[in-house]
């Protein structure tokens, strides 16, 4: 069964900071590995997803690189801005089971 | 292009009742998939439908059930509801059965408040 860890499960830094969200997944059969974003009271909102057979991809401000054999992956965002505070969570695409997410991190980003 | 629109976007029942949630994936999609999303268990799977079948199902009592029609639309129902299935439901959908090159485009949710 695919368990998906997200560290910090908090996280508040100054505006412009560089920072970087972890994930981990125990199974290394994935599909993918997708990040997502949620505001509060709303949906997810899909930031990037990562093949099984790719390294990263970038969006913009935004990094996600996947280690598979390590089952790890990391979102890397620069130059941080208020409007990025939200709770990022990313989630594995298995065989079966669709997507499994972490808990996410919540991240505050101070004016 | 539409989003996908869940609806209602909020309902309150008391235990012991039934409740139906639907969603309308954006046109085009024919994977329909549903989450719950607790403060205490996270975001976790339901099931998904594709073509009007059941591919996947997530691990919960048969007392939630789904299905999808022929125009792709999808409802999800909840029987017997228990204090516990407060939550937030989502429901996403996307091109094909896995996300390879179409990533899930999640709607904005339907708060059920059991009490």
């Known amino acids: 069964k695919q368990e998906v860890t997200q560290i910090p499960a908090a996280l508040s830094v100054p505006e412009g900071e560089n920072l970087v969200l972890n994930c981990s997944f125990t199974?290394?059969?994935?599909?993918?590995l997708q990040w997502f974003r949620q505001d509060p009271g709303k949906g997810l909102t899909s930031l990037l997803l990562?093949?099984?057979?790719?390294r990263e991809q970038t969006s913009g401000r935004l990094n996600a690189s996947l280690d598979k054999s390590s089952g790890r992956s990391t979102l890397y965002i620069a130059a941080s801005q208020p409007g990025d505070s939200a709770t990022y969570l990313c989630?594995?695409?298995?065989?079966?089971?669709?997507?499994?997410f972490g808990e996410g991190t919540q991240l505050t980003v101070n004016p | 292009k539409a989003g996908v629109t869940q609806t209602p976007r909020y309902l309150i029942k008391t235990r012991g009742q039934q409740v139906t949630l639907s969603c309308s994936p954006i046109?085009?999609?024919?994977?329909v998939s549903w989450y719950q999303q607790t403060p205490g268990q996270g975001l976790q799977f339901l099931f998904e439908?594709?073509?009007?079948?059941?591919?996947n199902k997530g691990n919960f009592p048969g007392r939630f059930s789904g299905r999808q029609f022929s125009n792709s639309r999808s409802e999800m129902n909840v029987s017997t509801l228990e204090l516990g299935d407060s939550a937030l439901y989502l429901c996403?959908?996307?091109?094909?059965?896995?996300?390879?090159?179409?990533?899930?485009?999640f709607g904005n949710g339907t708060r059920l408040t059991v009490t």
């Open positions: 046109s085009g999609h024919r994977s």
């Open positions: 989630a594995a695409e298995t065989s079966g089971s669709r997507l499994t």
């Open positions: 439908y594709f073509s009007e079948t059941q591919r």
């Open positions: 996403a959908s996307s091109l094909d059965i896995t996300s390879y090159n179409s990533p899930l485009h």
């Open positions: 990562i093949q099984s057979s790719q």
């Open positions: 199974d290394s059969a994935i599909y993918n």
